[in-house]
């Protein structure tokens, strides 16, 4: 009758039933099982056999007859475990699965239990959010802090030929007549503006979507009819309204009376998002006649070699 008396002493000094809530430590608990402490270590859950591969300590939830989860720690030998996070509705314990996996090294997996990396997924990932900007063909790059985002990759046009319109160019090294392209091969993310789609009548760009390193290169073929040489300027410009100017990259050259010549020009060159980029070319004077394009030959290229 004293022992019984003790014992129930003790957990009268030790526990506080209220409500059917059982509280260690916590005068009015507010749960089933309430523990308070000030010491960190507040529950131990101990398995006594010895450790071993495939020994566990688990903590299940139940929701009804559904097992919903649990948080297990799994021997992988006589001094290693890894942590394992389950989920999964199942009627019994076997039926979790171990979603998330830590071992003793610090390697995490998800859908994998021996993750060979930091971080090893088995599946698929993606990645999503504030200012991670997520679209098609991006590529995921970093700050000099190693801050993550999205970067558009998927970025190049190419267009072939000459608008009948843009036949003729005028003849000064002053004005720099600006190339129509006829065709539109492809354009991978919808950036080359065509003439009749720019509501301001110029159009024959490329709208620079992000900054970063682009490659262009193009080619323009005409006659000259005149009598005597003539020199001509082929470029690559910043297009400002009806202006492609100022200059990106130019070549030189002449061209005799009755020839059909072709200029090319390539050039890797930084570009800023929100550039327009125009290819255009200028003669010298009209007292040598006249510069005329033809289709053949005649193209405007433009790819993102990497963003910054």
């Not at 688990?58 to 720690?73: D, E, I, P, Q, V």
């Amino acid at each position: 009758m004293k022992k019984l008396t003790t014992l129930m002493a003790f957990f009268l000094a030790n526990h506080c039933m209220y409500a059917q809530n059982v509280g260690i430590g916590a005068t009015a608990p507010n749960m089933k099982l309430h523990v308070s402490s000030p010491d960190t270590t507040l529950l131990q859950l101990d398995n006594s056999t010895m450790l071993a591969n495939k020994s566990s300590v688990g903590l299940y939830l139940k929701n009804g007859n559904w097992f919903t989860g649990a948080l297990k720690t799994i021997g992988t030998g006589i001094n290693s475990s890894r942590l394992g996070l389950f989920t999964y509705a199942a009627l019994n314990q076997s039926g979790l699965i171990e979603r998330m996996t830590i071992l003793d090294n610090g390697n995490t997996g998800i859908n994998n239990t021996s993750p060979q990396a930091t971080l090893d997924i088995h599946g698929s990932l993606k990645i999503s959010g504030a200012n991670t900007n997520p679209t098609d063909g991006a590529v995921l790059t970093s700050d000099m802090y190693g801050n993550a985002t999205w970067k558009r990759s998927k970025i190049a046009c190419s267009v072939t030929g000459v608008e009948p319109t843009n036949m003729g160019l005028a003849n000064s090294l002053v004005y720099h007549n600006r190339i129509h392209f006829l065709t539109e091969s492809y354009d991978y993310g919808g950036s080359y503006v065509k003439k009749n789609i720019d509501s301001s009548g110029y159009g024959s760009y490329f709208l620079v979507p992000v900054s970063g390193v682009y490659h262009i290169d193009a080619a323009v073929s005409f006659v000259h009819s005149g009598p005597d040489w003539v020199r001509y300027i082929l470029g690559i410009y910043l297009s400002q309204n009806s202006i492609p100017y100022p200059a990106v990259r130019e070549v030189y050259n002449s061209i005799g009376p009755g020839y059909v010549a072709s200029a090319t020009i390539n050039a890797d060159v930084h570009l800023t998002a929100g550039q327009r980029i125009c290819i255009a070319i200028a003669q010298s004077n009209s007292s040598n006649g006249t510069l005329a394009l033809t289709s053949d030959y005649t193209y405007f290229n433009c790819h993102l070699l990497f963003p910054n």
